[in-house]
């Protein structure tokens, strides 16, 4: 999940499993959310959105599940792969701005 | 390839010098965005642009300047005035302002000499 600081929380999953990042989101009249994922030395890069009229959207090996009554936003990743290891971070749209959450650090285990 | 290009990638600052990122996208999008990211923490908006020759203060502005000539463009400088300047500074756009994907560049990092 997310958190404030220096430290961000880390996920290690085996190669070949699923992941699960989640995000807790702060503005309930935000009406759009973006996941993004981050490598080391670049910058971040889109792999889904979600408007809020609706619960659940599917990618390419990725899926964002979206809960509204508890604010709460995830993101899945089938199968994760060794190309899957970065920072993952989720963004709300509020006031025509996103706002973005600390990041979750994805590591994959060979 | 269409795509957000910062330069330079490295930059080093003196104390009292005014630097300037440079930050160029082909995707004729109308809205661009300055970030700062710090290690480990997430991004934090500095300035944004709707449209040409119109920019808003972020959230964390002060010590920073920005300008919209050209669509394609939207340098940023950071200014004597930032004390804490030493932060990875990313650019983004988006085809307009609000409930649009951002589309970001890899970035420039700033250090103190």
């Known amino acids: 999940g997310e958190s404030v600081g220096l430290h961000l929380p880390t996920l290690s999953v085996q190669e070949g499993d699923n992941s699960i990042i989640n995000c807790a989101y702060s503005?309930?009249?935000?009406?759009?959310f973006i996941w993004y994922k981050q490598e080391s030395g670049k910058g971040p890069q889109f792999i889904i959105d979600?408007?809020?009229?609706?619960d659940k959207r599917q990618g390419q090996r990725v899926t964002v599940l979206l809960n509204k009554t508890v604010k709460h936003l995830s993101l899945q990743i089938a199968a994760t792969q060794p190309g899957d290891s970065a920072v993952y971070f989720c963004?709300?749209?509020?006031?025509?701005?996103?706002?973005f959450g600390s990041g979750t650090r994805l590591l994959v285990r060979p | 390839d269409g795509g957000i290009t910062q330069s330079p990638k490295y930059l080093f600052r003196k104390e009292g010098q005014n630097v300037t990122l440079s930050c160029e996208q082909n995707?004729?999008?109308?809205?661009m965005y300055w970030y700062r990211q710090d290690p480990g923490q997430g991004l934090r908006l500095i300035y944004y642009?709707?449209?040409?020759?119109?920019?808003q203060k972020g959230d964390i502005a002060e010590g920073y300047s920005v300008s919209r000539e050209k669509k394609e463009s939207f340098p940023l400088t950071v200014t004597s005035a930032q004390k804490n300047p030493t932060a990875f500074y990313l650019c983004?756009?988006?085809?307009?302002?609000?409930?649009?994907?951002?589309?970001f560049g890899d970035g420039t990092r700033l250090s103190i000499l």
């Open positions: 503005n309930s009249a935000s009406d759009y």
């Open positions: 642009s709707q449209i040409v020759n119109d920019f």
């Open positions: 979600i408007r809020s009229n609706m």
């Open positions: 983004a756009s988006s085809m307009r302002l609000g409930n649009q994907p951002q589309h």
């Open positions: 995707l004729n999008h109308d809205a």
């Open positions: 963004a709300e749209n509020s006031s025509y701005k996103l706002i």
